[in-house]
């Protein structure tokens, strides 16, 4: 997860079922087939672990992720577009990286190393919208993807030197890849009128006093003016990508084709300088929109599914179950090809009660859908804390991939790990590790069932990799 944003509705399992037919019957077979030698799966490292909350003693955070069952730490790199629409595209030479990426590998850790975008936030035009919104206009495409292609490449050559063992060359750029299908779902709920007056109606049940400080970073008299101004801002976005209903369909074809060509090639030309595992960072609910799987060595989503709803304990190992079900499909969509092994890109839930319903939010103002059919508002800073319902969904994964939801697995990045207990006040993800001969802290005792949980997390995964290669 990368900061407030909107989110697309869960569409993820239909929008596989449509894009994929077939494949669902063939799945278990391809799975089998793809554990060959020589075969992707069969490559596939297992790595387990996360990205850390501004760590500085990279061997004291080795010591406590070692003893958590832990091994790979997840670096970011990352770039600002100036414009949603433009091709400014700035970053840091990608020689920052090496202190850190060395660091860890000298403590003993694997190393994950994924490119992300954001929008600036500085620039108005940019206002309630988030990098998965990202589309360049099409005068500023080419120029867009040829300043993308440097930044992949600067930080493929980094990777090879140092010993990086995943590279992830974008991350939830969900418009920008969403070429398997017709209209990304980004742009479909954008162009959807009654989609968006459900969602600000339901919003609108939410009480709140005063000025609200909402996702965007700005400040609205109250929650209706917040809630109308990023409706507005998401349906003049979608417009302006769409374009007049005239010839939209053609032209959406066209660019999903460059798009497409563009990314293939990108990964191309990353190979030249990379022979680890290549991949890109799709997000839980637009994987499946993801048209180039097959230029890559893995699939890696994020994994905020919601597992129940507001009002019921639900059956955490069945949902967890649903939705490993639609990545499975997706892995062994291979024609005549073996299946990719999956890696869980980002897997958190904040310490506050109802994070297994939306896993994704955690501030501000949120509908939470009931067992009941209708919702409920919630205010996230309000919520009881309860690290009792994370523990839970970590333990649910594990039964999920014990009866065999997802046997592509191959890794999970937490979101996020801390050895500090102050963290937990700045990070509502933070999962508190603990140093071994550490003393023990109120939060630590609090935090030891999750990391019980994580650990036999872990031993499932090293179990579905299979022996040491």
Known sequence: MTGPRLRTPLLTLGLAALLLGTAAMRGESAVAAGTHAGSPLSRAPVLLGGIDVGETDIRGLARAMHDAELDTLQVSYEARLREWDGAELSYDPPEVLRPRLRQAREAGLALMLVLRVRLDEREPRNRHLWHGLAWPRAAALDAFFARYREFVLGAAEVAQQEGVALLV??????AL?????????????????????????????????????????????DLASAVAGEQRALRSWAIRVAGEAAGREARLRARRARHDDAWRAILDEARAHFDGLLSYGAGFDSYSEV????????????????????????????????????????AAARPSRPALPVYLGELGFTRRAHS????????GFETLPRADGGSECVAWAEQPLDP???????????????????PQLRGVSLWKLTRA??????????????TPGEAPSGRLS??????????SLSTMVRELGGPPR
Do not use: K, M
């Not at 609090?446 to 650990?455: H, K, N, S």
């Open 421 to 434: 207990d102050e963290h937990a006040a700045l990070e509502p993800y933070a999962i508190r590790l603990e």
């Open 446 to 455: 609090e935090e030891r069932p999750t990391l019980d949980a994580l650990r």
């Open 177 to 221: 890849t969403g070429t398997g299908v017709d209209v990304p779902g980004v742009l479909a709920r954008g162009l959807d009128d009654a989609q968006l007056e459900r969602e600000a109606l339901a919003l609108r049940q939410c009480r709140s006093a005063g000025p609200v400080r909402w996702h965007d970073g700005g400040e609205y008299p």
């Open 291 to 330: 048209g180039f799987w097959d230029a890559t060595d893995a699939i890696v989503s994020t994994a905020y599914f919601g597992l129940r709803r507001a009002g019921e304990t639900g059956d955490l190992r069945a949902a967890w179950a649903q939705h490993l079900a639609g990545l499975s499909r997706v």
């Open 169 to 174: 060359i974008g991350n939830e750029l969900n």
């Open 356 to 363: 297994a319903v939306r896993p994704w939010s955690y501030e």
């Open 388 to 406: 009792r319902e994370r523990t839970r969904a970590f333990e649910a994964l594990t039964a999920a991939l014990s009866a065999g939801a997802l």
